[in-house]
C-alpha cells in the first residue's frame, strides 16, 4: 500500500515523500499531518478531523481614507497598502510648520516694530546707503534704538577741491577721534565726492560731539611782536583775546603737526590745562625762540581762534609746556578732552561745514542683529 500525507494548511492530499504542497506551497515536514494507507488503484480520503494550522493566518488592518493625497498615506482607488508615519517625522514636520509661520509673523510685523525692541545704546550700522530713514522726534520709536545723523560738506580751500583721498582722511581722522571719546560704535562714511556722513548713537552729550567733530584742529603757535602787542611791562596797539581772531595777520612758528604728545594737565592757579610735549625739532625751535623773547606775548591760535596768549616768563628749552584756558579754572573737562583729542589725531586737511543732523532709526544689518 501506498502512504498517503494530507496537507494541514489546504487538505490537499499528497503523495508521501513529496516536501512541499502543490496546492498552497505550505511545508508539508514543519506542518506535519496525518499519513493515510491507500491501496493500489483506490482515491485517498480527507480525513475526518482537520489539522488546526500552526499560526492563525495574519487579519488585515483597516486603512483611512483620505481626501487629499498624503506622502506615505493611501488615497481611494489606490491600491498601495497604507504606512504609518514615525512621531518623530510627525514631529518634525510640526516644527517646520511652526517655523514657517513665526517667520511669516515676522514679516508681516516689520522693521519698525523691531526698532522699538533694541536699546539706545545698541549700535548704529549703516547697511546700504549711509542715509538711513529719518524719525520724527515726537515718533513712538524716537529715544529707542534711534541714532543721530550728521551729514558735513567738505569745504574747499582757495583753488583746493577736496579729493578722494582728502575723504579717506577726514574719514578716519574722525573715527579716532570718535574712539578717543569712548564713542567707537558710530559710523563714519563718505558719500559723493565732497560729503561725509557720521551716524552717532543716541547717548551722552551729542553737542559736544558734533562741535568736536567739525572742529578742523589746526594748531599755530604764533610769536605777536612787541611793536603791535606790547610786552609784559609795557601796553601795545593791539591786543589777543582769548576765543577771538587775532587783530593783525601773524607768521606762526610752527604747528601742530609738531606736537608730540598732548594730555591733561593743571595751571600753575590749578585749573584744567592741556599739557603737550614738542618734537626735536620743534623743541629746539621753541627753546630758541623763547630764550631771545622773554617778556614778550606768544598767542597758542586753533582755527584761528585764540586759545590762550601767555607771556614768556622765561626760556622753554625742555620740549615741553601747557596751554591754560582763559576762563577761571581753566578749559571745562570738555574743552580739554576735546583739545587733547585734535591735537593728538591731528588736523583736519580740508575744513568741515555741518550740512545737516537729523534722529534716524538705527538700521538691524546681518553684522549687528542679535
Known sequence: MTAVRFCPSCGAARIEGARFCG??????????GPRV?????????TPLVAQ??????????PTAVATTPVAGRSTPGDSRPARDEPPT???RSLVLVGLVVFLVIAAGVGVGTVLLLRPSSAPCAVAGSPFPSPVALNSPSAGLGVCLQVVYQVLPVGDRQPDAGVLSTTKLILENRLRAIGVADAIVETFGTDRVVVILPSRGDLDSIRAL???????DFVPLPPAEY??????GTYQAVDGQPLPTTEPRLFGGEEIDQAYPSTDSTGGRA???????????????????????????????KVVSAPVIQSAITGGSGIISGGSAGG??????DSLITVLNYGSLPFPLKEESFQPVAAPVSASTAP
Open 274 to 304: 592741556v599739557g603737550f610735549r614738542l618734537r626735536s625739532a620743534a623743541s629746539r625751535l621753541f627753546g630758541d625762540y623763547t630764550s631771545k623773547h622773554v617778556g614778550e606775548f606768544f598767542a597758542i591760535v586753533l582755527d584761528g
Open 331 to 336: 578749559f571745562s573737562a570738555n574743552e580739554m
Open 89 to 91: 517625522r510627525r514631529r
Open 213 to 219: 567733530l567739525v572742529q578742523t584742529g589746526q594748531l
Open 230 to 235: 606790547g610786552t609784559q611791562s609795557a601796553a
Open 37 to 45: 494507507p491507500v491501496a493500489p488503484g483506490a482515491q485517498p480520503q
Open 23 to 32: 496546492s498552497c506551497g505550505a511545508d508539508l515536514e514543519a506542518l506535519g
Open 52 to 61: 488546526v494550522p500552526a499560526s492563525p493566518p495574519p487579519v488585515p488592518r
